[in-house]
């Protein structure tokens, strides 16, 4: 499933706060990486890091226009880990729904 | 539906599932403590799992099978760190080889059960799990979704089995 992306890659670039605003807002439109600069406090060159970062896991991609370069959110890769969690409650359900059947059977003696 | 509450943090990388039982705490608690009923629920019909070692201990070592369709054999151990009978289970939880022995370069996750009396007397369990990394969390998605996936083709093929069953009569 992520067999051509870097995993890890992926989980340092979500793990910070700035990374993930700029994802958020790159999943409703492009913006180019000095207008995402004048969003935060840091330098145009902290935040073209940041885009950097989120570029090599694959969670935006840059599109050149004119002098500049627009970011663009690729919700693919963040569906992703969405995803994972998605499956994870499904095997957990599953068992949960186990446990429920085995709670409502009388309990064998033998481990008492 | 038991389940109650599931909050999923792909960022953190965290998950935790709550769900209520209506009998007392201590009954609950045995679903883990007793390896009888442990392997009832741990994995689908389809991929039984066996428990060997089961020495829920702080420091003990559980390690169980599981055995597929073909008789394919899936191993898993766990590391008890926190036992508190019958409110409270940590563990990490992580693969083996068919030897059983842990696999040192395969993630591992960090899980926590608690198993509390709620006001009206049944029992809430919370199960969390944290993900060291992401690639921990698609192996065990994707251990899950064999599982899941075997389990999907058994019923198919039970039902195939009844439909095709009357006329042909191997």
Known sequence: MLAD??????????????????ITRTMTRDYSVSAL????????????????????AGLVTKHPRGREHLVRGSPD????????????????????????????EPESGEDE | ?????????????????????????????????????LERWWGPPTYPATFVEHDLTPGGTVTYYMTGPEGDQHYGWWRVLTVEAP???????GFADDAGNPISDMPTTMATVTIDATESGATRMTISSIFPSLEAMEKLVEMGMEEGMA???GQIDALLAETVQPGVGA
């Open chain 2, 151 to 153: 389990q999907a083709i």
């Open chain 1, 77 to 104: 890769t963040i569906r992703t880990a969405s995803g994972l969690l998605e499956e994870l409650e499904e095997l957990w359900r599953d068992r949960i729904d186990r446990m429920g059947e085995i709670l409502a």
């Open chain 1, 37 to 56: 600069a004048r969003s935060y406090t840091m330098s145009f060159a902290a935040v073209q890091k940041h885009v950097a970062v989120l570029e090599r």
């Open chain 2, 1 to 37: 539906m038991t389940v109650t509450n599931v909050h999923k943090d792909p960022e953190h990388l965290t998950f935790f599932i709550t769900a209520e039982f209506d009998v007392p705490t201590e009954r609950v608690w045995r679903l883990w403590a007793d390896p009888r009923q």
């Open chain 2, 87 to 93: 409110n409270r289970l940590e563990f990490e939880d």
């Open chain 1, 5 to 22: 992306l870097d995993v890890d890659l992926l989980f340092h670039a979500l793990a910070d706060a700035t990374r993930r605003d700029i």
